[in-house]
């Protein structure tokens, strides 16, 4: 099975630095196997025999917690997973990378889509979010960013419990895990 590990909170704002050799060698030492990293925000695609996503969860939060001192949490996301948020972005998400910022939220069980929709707040005209599996996608108008009110979905209770990657980098992590 082929996964990508998606580290919540690392190398942001100088805390919990870790380079990204350093935290390829610590899946390679956890015996996972084609271990990449993908830019410096922690999104580590390798492979395993194991397909129980919440063992491996824990067994990979364990070690990045003990290894690199800071209280790890991933979001675990397979092959087929990833193909999903592509395949089944809403029509025209990504198409105007001039006029809109594209973001994908990646939730963590137990977060349900649902659930993390109903606690967005959104400002008309400026902001949109629709929901997927596992995920939600969220667009905002750069021309009014600053009115935005999805930067502060980081002060939401339940965004412990979600990592957000621009739709740039989703698209190339499922170009990545496909090679």
Wanted: aromatic share 10%; hydrophobic share 40%; glycine share 6%.
């Amino acid at each position: 099975m082929r996964y990508i590990a998606l580290l919540r909170g690392i190398n942001v704002g100088g805390n919990n630095i870790i380079k990204m050799a350093e935290l390829r060698a610590c899946f390679v030492t956890m015996s996972f196997t084609d271990v990449k990293t993908y830019i410096q925000s922690g999104n580590v695609l390798f492979s395993s025999d194991n397909d129980d996503k919440s063992e491996l969860v824990k067994r990979i939060e364990s070690e990045l917690s003990r290894r690199f001192n800071y209280q790890s949490k991933i979001v675990l996301v397979s092959q087929n997973q990833i193909e999903t948020v592509i395949k089944t972005a809403p029509e025209g998400f990504g198409t105007k990378p001039e006029e809109f910022r594209y973001d994908v939220v990646f939730l963590k069980e137990p977060l349900s889509s649902n659930e993390a929709f109903q606690s967005l707040k959104l400002r008309e005209g400026v902001d949109n979010a629709y929901v997927g599996k596992d995920v939600l996608y969220l667009s905002r108008l750069i021309s009014r960013a600053g009115q935005s009110y999805l930067s502060k979905i980081i002060s939401l209770p339940v965004y412990q419990f979600m990592t957000i990657r621009n739709w740039n980098t989703t698209t190339k992590l499922f170009e990545l895990i496909g090679e």
